[in-house]
């Protein structure tokens, strides 16, 4: 669903001069520009908890409670930094 919102755009600005014209006008709106913004964090959180535990499993960050504890902290700190540039991207 998150994604198919993306495509959608994605397909109207491709379409034509014409469907990019009215995909801009969506994307002026705050509350549009808002909700791409929270699927792109959505997103970002999602790749980067990914690599943290692909490392996990690949033996690189031992599985230990306090490893796993530091992970997660360093797994959000990463997210609300590319959020944040995100943000920026959008608006």
Request: charged share 10%; no cysteine; proline share 1%.
């Amino acid at each position: 669903m998150v994604l198919g919102i993306l495509l959608w755009l994605l397909g109207i600005s491709l379409s034509s001069p014409e469907g990019f014209q009215h995909a801009a006008a969506i994307m002026d709106s705050f509350f549009v520009k808002f909700i791409v913004w929270g699927i792109l964090t959505a997103l970002i959180f999602h790749t980067v908890g990914g690599i943290r535990h692909m490392l996990m499993d690949f033996g690189y960050l031992a599985e230990t409670l306090a490893i796993g504890r530091r992970s997660a902290w360093v797994t959000f700190g990463i997210t609300i930094v590319l959020s944040i540039l995100a943000g920026v991207l959008v608006w």
